[in-house]
Every structure is written in structure tokens, then in C-alpha cells.
């Protein structure tokens, strides 16, 4: 079976992408479950309701999430409510939000999603190697297929992640820096690992966001407004193909689309 992680969405340009490219996307690649970051769905950062439902509408079967996420206060109630819309599994079990989920694949295996947040270069949050302890624990045992996203900025976290999970998930992919790594391997234990997927937006900008904003308040200290940018607007991602009876990763593969081949 196939699964795909959609890397961070970035505004308007990365939902609309999301919802003209994934359908024919999902045909093409024969995929059984797809997880998108969305983070940065709304505006560049955080995600609504109304966003939450048009990526679902668009074919995304669990959003996760990430340091943005209670960017838009109005997503609480969406969070409350929505089994299939996540937090880190490291933040407080207070805040709004589910740990991990599991859904039904299009060929019928239940698979469970679950993300964490980096420590290295992020805000301070609980230790994510512990909380992946607690989330597998949690799991049914029956549940072979877990897919994690590993939202942190370092790519040594993401490895550490990735060698301290192998064998007990079926991929470990990283998202938060926006920028795809040609990393992407099976670990000897038969867990998918990269140590990010990239982005889902304009990559004519710095992470999404305009050139020349970035650049101004960069060189003065001058505030300015970081819209979001809108050329060169790809479909970021990775394909990672499992073994239903096991769990196993058995292939991994970086995905990029871009619009013209929408047109
Ligand atoms: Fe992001
Ligand atoms: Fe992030």
C-alpha cells in the first residue's frame, strides 16, 4: 500500500495546488492514505475550519499540524472535535487537540498517524522520544501501518527520531523547515525515513513567504507584512510504499509536481 506526506502548505497557492492536483495525484499514484502538514494553510500560518474542510474535501485523510497551530484561535472548536486533525504529540495533554489517529487506508488497513515537535531550535516541549513511547504504547497492537510526522528544524533530531523509532513504525518523515532533503532511505529496521518533505506552495520566496519582505526587515529591523509569494507554486511531498501485514517500509520516494503539469 501507498502512503503520501504532504509537506507544509503555504496559503492560498498551496491549498489551491492541494485541491486541483491531489484527486488526479491519488489516481496516478495509486495512493492509499494521505497525511498533509498544514500548519501554514491559513495566510502562511495556521489553519481554520473552513481550510480543514477543503483539504479533506480535496482527498487529505489526516492533517497534522505544528509551531503554528494555534496560530487561528477559531480552530479550537476543529480540534475538539475532528479525530483526524492533530497536535504534537509532545504538547500538553491540555491542549486542544488529538494525539494520534487511526483511519481506514482505501484498502481497508487501519493505519495511525501521529507528529511531534523538534526541541532543537523550537519553542521547549516535552521529549518527543518519550512521547513516541507513550503514543505506540497507546496504539492496538493490530495497527501495523503508523506514520510519523517529525515537525523540527534539525535534521540530528530528525535522524535520532528516526534511527530510535526504526522498526516500530513504517516511516518517519520530517516537515517545519520547508525545504525538501534528498535523504530519503529505508532504515535497516524497514522504517521510511527523510529528514523533510519539503513544502506545498510558491518556492519563488524565502519558506513561502515574499522575497522582498523577508529580505527588507532582514537587512533594517524594519517590520513589514510577510505575504505570501506567489511564483513557481509546487506540490511538495514523499511516497512511501508498506507492507500491510507488517508494517514495513519497502520503498521510499520524493514527490514534486508542479503547476504546469495541472494544466
Ligand atoms: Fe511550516
Ligand atoms: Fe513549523
Do not use: W
Request: proline share 5%; glycine share 10%; net charge negative.
Amino acid at each position: 500500500m501507498r502512503l503520501l506526506l504532504i509537506g507544509d502548505i503555504v496559503g492560498k497557492p498551496g491549498r489551491q495546488i492541494v485541491c486541483r492536483g491531489l484527486g488526479p495525484l491519488v489516481e496516478r499514484e495509486k495512493l492509499d492514505l494521505v497525511v498533509a502538514n498544514g500548519e501554514n494553510a491559513a495566510g502562511g500560518s495556521g489553519i481554520t475550519p473552513a481550510i480543514y474542510h477543503e483539504l479533506i474535501a480535496a482527498g487529505v485523510d489526516v492533517v497534522t499540524l505544528g509551531d503554528h497551530i494555534y496560530r487561528r484561535a477559531e480552530v479550537f472548536d476543529v480540534l475538539q472535535k475532528q479525530s483526524n486533525i492533530l497536535k504534537p504529540a509532545n504538547f500538553p495533554a491540555e491542549a486542544p487537540g488529538a494525539e494520534f489517529a487511526i483511519v481506514k487506508a482505501k484498502n481497508g488497513v487501519s493505519c495511525a498517524v501521529f507528529s511531534l515537535l523538534g526541541r532543537v531550535f523550537m519553542r521547549p516541549v516535552d521529549c518527543p522520544f518519550k512521547a513516541a513511547d507513550r503514543v505506540l504504547a497507546t496504539l492496538p497492537a493490530e495497527v501495523k501501518v503508523i506514520l510519523l510526522d517529525f515537525h523540527g528544524e534539525a535534521t540530528s533530531d530528525k535522524q535520532l527520531m528516526g534511527r530510535y523509532l526504526d522498526g516500530r513504525v513504517s516511516a518517519v518523515l520530517g516537515t517545519h523547515t520547508h525545504v525538501p532533503t534528498a535523504d530519503e532511505c529505508i532504515l535497516p529496521g524497514g522504517t521510511a525515513f527523510q529528514c523533510d518533505v519539503g513544502m506545498t506552495g510558491p518556492y519563488h520566496s524565502i519558506l513561502g513567504r515574499q522575497i522582498d519582505r523577508v529580505l527588507e526587515t532582514t537587512l533594517t529591523f524594519t517590520p513589514s507584512a510577510f505575504d505570501v509569494a506567489t511564483g513557481d507554486v509546487r506540490l511538495g511531498g514523499t511516497i512511501v510504499d508498506v507492507d500491510p501485514q507488517t508494517g514495513r517500509a519497502t520503498a521510499i520516494h520524493r514527490l514534486v509536481v508542479c503547476e504546469s503539469e495541472l494544466a
